[in-house]
């Protein structure tokens, strides 16, 4: 029966009628185009769970207007699969700051096609950055890069920190790069050490001496000779003989 409603019968569902469909008949819609996001706001009124449990192929073709239209309660229940259906601009314009109520699961569904157009601060909920994958974190753009906070830099592992590329490098910020654990500092490729220069020596300074301790040789011998000049006496004196050698 449900399937067989048509698009104005859709339309005019009240805020009620909505409230009552179950999950189980999320499946038996044909279409959540006519779902509207004004007026009676059936979209804000289905359960979090029938949300949750909308086909991905369907959930796909939700408009900019109807993901804004979606509660925190619902978006927090998404699935990874609904969310590797959206489009940059969809996770962007249409999730937009509710981004921040997508769980850690959820978050495995932002990939190349569309993890690059977010507001990194969007991603504001408790671990959700540091649910992001190396893999993830290699596709960030450098605009995101440059968002990363002292408060996210902390909680970086070791191969998160490996993924940084040369291009992403540069953009870090100097208060992110003196967050960053010193166990991860090690794992920073010479591409990216190299790449710190490209903006300025201050990244280079903005190491400690508890992270300079963990410079590699093979680190130091990729970098440059003004790199070499810039870093800060107390770090220097930091390094192990391992790694001057």
Same mark, same amino acid.
């Given at each position: 029966?449900? !399937?067989? /409603?048509?698009?104005?019968?859709?339309? %005019? /569902?009240?805020?009620? &009628?909505?409230?009552?469909? &179950?999950?189980? &008949? !999320?499946?038996?819609?044909?279409?959540?185009?006519?779902?509207?996001?004004?007026?009676?706001?059936?979209?804000?009124?289905?359960?979090?769970? $029938? +949300?949750?449990?909308?086909?991905?192929?369907? $959930?796909?073709?939700?408009?900019?207007?109807? /993901?804004?239209?979606?509660?925190?309660?619902? +978006?927090?229940?998404?699935?990874?699969?609904?969310?590797?259906?959206?489009?940059?601009?969809?996770?962007?314009?249409?999730?937009?700051?509710?981004?921040?109520? /997508?769980?850690?699961?959820?978050?495995?569904?932002?990939?190349?096609?569309?993890?690059?157009? $977010? %507001?990194?601060?969007? *991603?504001?909920?408790?671990?959700?950055?540091?649910?992001?994958?190396?893999?993830?974190?290699?596709? *960030?753009?450098?605009?995101?890069?440059?968002?990363?906070?002292?408060?996210?830099?902390?909680?970086?592992?070791?191969?998160? +920190?490996?993924?940084? %590329?040369?291009?992403?490098?540069?953009?870090?910020?100097?208060? !992110? @790069?003196?967050?960053?654990?010193?166990? %991860?500092?090690?794992? *920073?490729?010479?591409?990216?050490?190299?790449?710190?220069?490209?903006?300025?020596?201050?990244? @280079? &300074?903005?190491?400690?001496?508890?992270?300079? +301790?963990?410079?590699?040789?093979?680190?130091?011998?990729?970098?440059?000779?003004?790199?070499?000049?810039?870093?800060?006496?107390?770090?220097? *004196?930091?390094?192990?003989?391992?790694?001057?050698?």
């Amino acid at each position: 029966q449900i !399937a067989d /409603l048509s698009a104005t019968q859709i339309a %005019t /569902l009240t805020a009620d &009628q909505a409230l009552a469909l &179950q999950p189980v &008949q !999320a499946g038996m819609f044909k279409s959540f185009a006519a779902f509207t996001t004004s007026g009676v706001d059936a979209i804000a009124n289905l359960d979090p769970k $029938f +949300v949750a449990a909308i086909p991905a192929a369907k $959930f796909a073709a939700f408009t900019n207007n109807q /993901l804004g239209e979606l509660t925190g309660d619902q +978006v927090a229940l998404l699935s990874s699969a609904q969310i590797a259906t959206l489009t940059a601009d969809k996770v962007d314009n249409g999730l937009g700051a509710d981004i921040a109520y /997508l769980s850690k699961s959820a978050l495995a569904g932002l990939s190349k096609s569309n993890i690059g157009n $977010f %507001t990194l601060t969007d *991603l504001s909920g408790d671990g959700q950055f540091a649910a992001l994958t190396p893999a993830q974190i290699a596709l *960030l753009s450098t605009a995101q890069i440059a968002a990363i906070s002292a408060d996210n830099a902390v909680t970086m592992t070791p191969a998160a +920190v490996a993924a940084i %590329t040369a291009t992403q490098a540069p953009k870090l910020t100097t208060a !992110a @790069i003196a967050s960053l654990d010193p166990k %991860t500092i090690s794992s *920073l490729s010479n591409k990216a050490i190299v790449a710190l220069t490209t903006v300025s020596d201050a990244q @280079i &300074q903005a190491f400690t001496p508890e992270q300079a +301790v963990n410079l590699t040789s093979s680190q130091l011998k990729a970098m440059t000779s003004s790199q070499i000049g810039a870093i800060e006496s107390e770090d220097f *004196l930091a390094l192990t003989p391992a790694a001057i050698k």
